[in-house]
């Protein structure tokens, strides 16, 4: 069965701060995996997407890493900020046809920044 | 460029009533996806759309639940004779750009509350 895990459940940080979200996914096949912020009441917003064949990608203060070999990935927050307040979503899509993706969830880490 | 729409945001009906969600995709995307994300849980596809055709479903319950991408007009999701089970965030997302096929941008959700 096509699994994603993540850890911490939520974490609590100060403000300045870094922290590393992690992600251990049972996912066959494999076509890529998505970092996702979401905050309350919104929708998910893609922070990253990785390939098989990347093992680190960045946005801003955000940077993904992935170990395909050990199916696991972290998401590195640095110099955290109020605004970073959310929920963090790891995504596994299993590939697919054009558009028709498989796309498999995490429950996300619940991420709040205190001043 | 508007992104993906949702209406309406929160949507309360009674057990055995009709809930009738909707989803305009963002301009130029002609993929449709729906997912459902109940508390405390990740979300949960449901079902993958092209213009007025279903690619899909089966994420989708067997009964009650229904969905649709006409030509004209946004994507709806029907419940029909919801029970307090249906209670959740639905989320709809659409992808369909050359440049970034595989990305699927979020709507805001419809939060459907039974009573």
Known sequence: KN????????????????????????????????????????????????????????????????????????????????????????????????????????????????? | NAGVMQNPRHLVRRRGQEARLRCSPMKGHSHVYWYRQLPEEGLKFMVYLQKENIIDESGMPKERFSAEFPKEGPSILRIQQVVRGDSAAYFCASSGTASRPHEQYFGPGTRLTVT
């Open chain 1, 3 to 115: 699994q994603v895990e993540q850890s911490p459940q939520s974490l609590i940080i100060l403000e300045g701060k870094n922290c590393t979200l992690q992600c251990n996914y049972t996912v066959s096949p494999f076509s890529n995996l998505r970092w996702y912020k979401q905050d309350t009441g919104r929708g998910p917003v893609s922070l990253t997407i990785m390939t098989f064949s990347e093992n680190t990608k960045s946005n801003g203060r955000y940077t993904a890493t992935l170990d395909a070999d050990t199916k696991q990935s972290s998401l590195h927050i640095t110099a955290s900020q109020l605004s970073d307040s959310a929920s963090y979503i790891c995504v596994v899509s299993g590939g697919s046809n054009f558009g028709n993706e498989k796309l498999t969830f995490g429950t996300g880490t619940r991420l709040t920044i205190i001043p």
